[in-house]
């Protein structure tokens, strides 16, 4: 008898994976029942025959071209608030005097909402692919800029002060103290982000866009289309899991060390 | 570098700290004067909380004195530098580089090590000979978290020394390790000890560690903490190999001597006031 239930132990990989695809299948089990015994309309909760009937038709126009525009306009907001963000956390989590001057007002704007800037981002940059990465990039930036100040925070300072003792420099000490000990909850944070831009998708598409994941799920509404709006859901949800998956395995390879 | 001689002079030491919401200075160290010719492995012993660790930080230049100054060959010491290499009693190895990257890391800093001169090779050489010398071969692949505590150890001694540190400072090195493990790293550090001749100044609270390892033993009084007394080494019997044969009357008496003056020194009024509200509060 395997002991499946006790704290933080591991069990073994095939139990893992099949309470992992139980976790899928159950749900999707008890949505067909639920549909089978018809107590909601189809037009609240269509069947997943009628989902997957609209995925093959979706497929059969621009599913694909829907799909790679959404990616790119997420990949390029999560990317541009990477290689901005990061930097400005590691000094922010740092130096107090980058701390004092620009963690209040990260703070500040990080509780407002993206889809509040909606309309300032038509104004000043208009209704192009920009507009839609801009809601991406204010989405996740100002978490970015928390959260890797917060593991630069956690550094314990006694490698800090290893690290001078052995004569390295205050740029050396940032280089391969700071950041390199960072470097897997940096990853880590990226890795967060990267599925909290997917969840801005549908709000950045909502400016102006006529193409798109979200901008299909938005036109689907409109023609009161559950089953497409599900399908849409779906592919964003696998989308945001591949994403996820891909990263965790890249954090293994990269980080090995920090694995016991 | 070579010599290595530490002249501490007239230092003071104080730290603001809260107590009951107010902010108070606490003086932690009077007016210490030490002069530590090259070479000399000093002990560092006294009560908990006397300053000993404030002490060797002040050395290190991880701290700054209120009063009074330290230099090293006559350099005042103003901040950290790779002069005075440091181990700690917790491991500060890195975690994400390998035993062996970790050793190397503060030449690496300032050589190249893709480059093909004699700097190199020499930094290399001293690298291989120090995992030799610690025991380490078979570990300077690993991970820090792979090892064990005493080979964790073993390992910042040996970084500490790869850039040929004029002072050695060591802050309990041992105090997390099991006695046999303390034991074995008695041997390797008194071989070390004759054959680098560095200048140590290590902190313990175990007084046979000091004796077995010291040529001088240093007893800091508490509240504040001040010299109190300094003994050395010279008269006791040794073996052929100069370690300090400890099953000898000579040998207890020093130590019983030693420990006579940590327990004088330990404000016993200190002490008494605390048992006082000890017992209060369990009445
Ligand atoms: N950064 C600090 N801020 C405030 N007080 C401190 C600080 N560092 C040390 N102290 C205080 O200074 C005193 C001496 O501390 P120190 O760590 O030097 O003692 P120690 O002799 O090394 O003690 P131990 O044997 O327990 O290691 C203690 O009372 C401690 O509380
Ligand atoms: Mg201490």
Redesign the pocket.
């Known amino acids: 008898m395997i002991a499946l239930t006790n704290i933080r132990d591991s069990i073994p990989r095939w139990v893992y994976i099949s309470f992992s695809i139980a976790g899928f299948i159950i749900p999707l089990a008890v949505w067909q029942i639920i549909c089978s015994m018809h107590i909601f309309s189809a037009l609240f909760l269509p069947s997943p025959e009628r989902v997957f009937k609209s995925f093959e038709r979706w497929t059969a126009s621009n599913l694909w071209e829907d799909t790679y525009i959404s990616a790119y306009r997420v990949v390029s907001g999560f990317l541009l608030a990477a290689v901005i963000g990061v930097p400005i956390g590691i000094y922010i989590g740092t130096f107090k005097m980058v701390e004092a001057m620009l963690q209040p007002i990260n703070d500040f704007i990080r509780y407002m909402p993206a889809s509040a800037f909606i309309p300032l981002v038509l104004l000043w940059i208009g209704i192009g692919e920009s507009a839609k990465i801009s809601i991406i990039f204010i989405g996740v930036f100002f978490q970015i800029v928390v959260m890797v100040a917060d593991a630069v925070r956690n550094i314990p300072q006694k490698y800090i002060e290893a690290a001078y003792t052995m004569g390295a420099k205050k740029g050396e000490v940032l280089n391969h103290v700071i950041f390199k000990g960072a470097a897997p909850d940096i990853f880590n944070i990226l890795r967060v982000n990267m599925g909290w831009a997917w969840t801005y998708l549908v709000i950045a598409e909502m400016v102006a866009a006529d193409r798109g994941l979200g901008f299909a799920i938005l036109q689907a509404q409109r023609f009161m289309d559950t089953p497409k709006i599900f399908v849409g859901i779906i592919i964003i949800g696998i989308l945001g899991l591949l994403f996820d998956l891909s990263f965790r395995i890249m954090h293994r390879i990269f980080f090995v060390w920090s694995y016991k | 570098m070579s010599a290595g001689a530490v002249d501490i002079s007239h230092i003071f030491k104080s730290?603001r700290?809260k107590e009951r919401k107010k902010l108070v200075i606490?003086p932690?160290l009077e007016d210490i004067n030490l002069s530590i010719r090259p070479g000399e492995k000093i002990m560092i012993v006294?009560a908990?909380?006397?300053?000993?660790?404030?002490?060797l930080r002040l050395v290190a230049g991880l701290e700054q004195a209120a009063a009074g100054s330290i230099s090293i060959d006559g350099d005042v010491v103003n901040g950290p530098g790779a002069d005075r290499g440091v181990v700690f009693q917790q491991s500060t190895l890195f975690p994400w580089m390998t035993v062996w990257d970790n050793i190397i890391f503060s030449r690496r800093l300032r050589i190249s090590l893709n480059s093909r001169d004699e700097q190199v090779s020499r930094a290399v050489y001293r690298s291989n000979a120090l995992v030799t010398l610690m025991g380490l071969e078979r570990s300077v692949e690993l991970y820090p978290d792979q090892l064990s505590g005493g080979m964790q150890q073993r390992a910042n001694i040996a970084r500490a020394l790869v850039s040929s540190p004029k002072v050695l400072l060591m802050d309990?090195p041992f105090g997390a390790l099991d006695a046999q493990t303390r034991e074995t790293m008695h041997k390797v550090v008194s071989h070390l000890f004759n054959v680098e001749k560095t200048t140590v100044m290590f902190?313990t609270?175990d007084v046979e560690e000091a004796i077995v390892l010291g040529d001088k033993i240093v007893v800091l009084s508490a509240n504040p903490g001040r010299v109190d007394s300094v003994f050395t080494t010279e008269l006791l019997k040794r073996d052929e190999d100069g370690i300090v044969i400890k099953n000898d009357p000579v040998f207890f008496d020093f130590k019983e001597q030693i420990l006579s003056r940590i327990r004088e020194t330990t404000t016993l009024r200190a002490t008494g006031d605390l048992l006082q509200r000890v017992a209060k509060t369990l009445v």
Do not use: M
């Open positions: 730290f700290i606490r932690v006294g908990s909380g006397c300053g000993k660790s404030t002490l309990e902190v609270h």
